[in-house]
Each structure stands twice: as C-alpha cells, then as structure tokens.
T-cell receptor
Framework: DAKTTQPPSMDCAEGRAANLPCNHS???????VYWYRQIHSQGPQYIIH???NNETNEMASLIITEDRKSSTLILPHATLRDTAVYYC??????????????FGSGTQLTVLP | NAGVMQNPRHLVRRRGQEARLRCSPM?????VYWYRQLPEEGLKFMVY????????ESGMPKERFSAEFPKEGPSILRIQQVVRGDSAAYFC??????????????FGQGTRLTVV
C-alpha cells in the first residue's frame, strides 16, 4: 500500500470549512484513497473514498489532485461533533488478494467553538 | 439495515481466563476484519476472514489468539489465558466484497477488554 502523510493536528472554527490534507506521492494508478475518522473511543467511521475524480457525499467532499499525489478532505461546515482523528488510507485494488485497511497516525482535528 | 454489531461492549476478565468477542457483520457482508487498539495507540490489523476461511492472519499474535467466522453465526475472536497486556479495544469491520477498489468496510463500536 502507498504510504500517506498527514499533519498530526489541526484546528478549525465551528461553522467554517475544515480542509484536511493528505500526501500520497507514491500512489499508483489503481489505488483508491479512503478517509475514515475515529471520534474518541468509538469505532472508525467511513467517510468517503475516490480514485481520481472528486467525490462528494452527505458528509464530506474529497478533492484529489490531477497527478493523484495528494488529496484533501473537506468538511464544509464543521461542528463540534466533527472533532476526531481523521485517517487517510490508500488501498490497492487487488482482486482475489487479501487486503486490509492500514491505519496510520491520522490528523487530530479539533473544532473550536 | 443494522450496522456491524459487537458484543459485549465491555468485558472484564481475570488473568488466565478466556475472552470471547463476537462480531455480527452487516447484513449480506461475508468479509470480516478484526483490529486491536491499545490504549493511546493506533488501530492495528489482526485478521481478515471470509465465511469459514481465514484469509489473512498476519497481524494475529502467534499464541493464545484465534478467530473464526462460521457458516452460521457471528465471527468470534478468542483470547486464551489473557494477560494484562491484552487490555485494549477490539474492533470488527465488515464489507460486502474484499475491501479496496470501490468497496468500503464498516466498523462496529468495539469491545473494550479489561484484564485485571
């Protein structure tokens, strides 16, 4: 799996957009980018994933650069409940092979009132 | 459609006892993954199972730990002769197809094991 690099921590004001960056400079053409978050002591929560096109769902938007070497998760209107550790994961398509999500250190996002 | 269900949510065992952690995947999901999170540490992959088969157990400790996912019923993570160092949160995830590509995995709320 390609390695990812995320800042260890970020702050964001409540109501503002939270932009969480992730570098994955060694990503290959068939690797998807996944985002999960873990709110204190809870199970990881799936947020969004994408290959090369920007993606949006009810939780967030995922912007992937054209060269796919980095991506940004955007929470459009952060709330206090969005305070969590956010994980960027790159996972290989490998039909028939054993794959698993490998969690790094993530980014601790703190939403401030 | 209920999410991934884990039970018990909290489990206390004395040193030397056995711990059994159960995971019921989301309906229709036949792929199950177990993770462990030690206090103040990250999530570490333990084992990946598909109905009745262990696909990848590269993260499982060599001794005392075992996992199964029978044809009927939940997946079970079994820890024999628990020690204090086994105290952790154990999370289970499930997916419809092998995770990756366009397939995401969904996690349960975990079982918090405390060994006294």
């Amino acid at each position: 799996d390609a390695k990812t690099t995320q800042p260890p921590s970020m702050d964001c004001a409540e109501g503002r957009a939270a932009n969480l960056p992730c570098n994955h400079s060694t990503i290959s053409g068939n690797e998807y980018v996944y985002w999960y978050r873990q709110i204190h002591s809870q199970g990881p929560q799936y947020i969004i994933h994408g290959l090369k096109n920007n993606e949006t769902n009810e939780m967030a938007s995922l912007i992937i650069t054209e060269d796919r070497k980095s991506s940004t998760l955007i929470l459009p209107h952060a709330t206090l409940r969005d305070t969590a550790v956010y994980y960027c994961i790159v996972l290989l398509i490998s039909s028939g092979s054993a794959r698993q999500l490998t969690f790094g250190s993530g980014t601790q996002l703190t939403v401030l009132p | 459609n209920a999410g991934v269900m884990q039970n018990p949510r909290h489990l206390v065992r004395r040193r030397g006892q056995e711990a059994r952690l159960r995971c019921s995947p989301m309906k229709g999901h036949s792929h199950v993954y177990w993770y462990r999170q030690l206090p103040e540490e990250g999530l570490k992959f333990m084992v990946y199972l598909q109905k009745e088969n262990i696909i990848d157990e590269s993260g499982m400790p060599k001794e005392r730990f075992s996992a199964e996912f029978p044809k009927e019923g939940p997946s079970i993570l079994r820890i024999q002769q628990v020690v204090r160092g086994d105290s952790a949160a154990y999370f289970c995830a499930s997916s419809l197809l092998p995770v990756g590509g366009d397939t995401e995995a969904f996690f349960g709320q975990g079982t918090r094991l405390t060994v006294v």
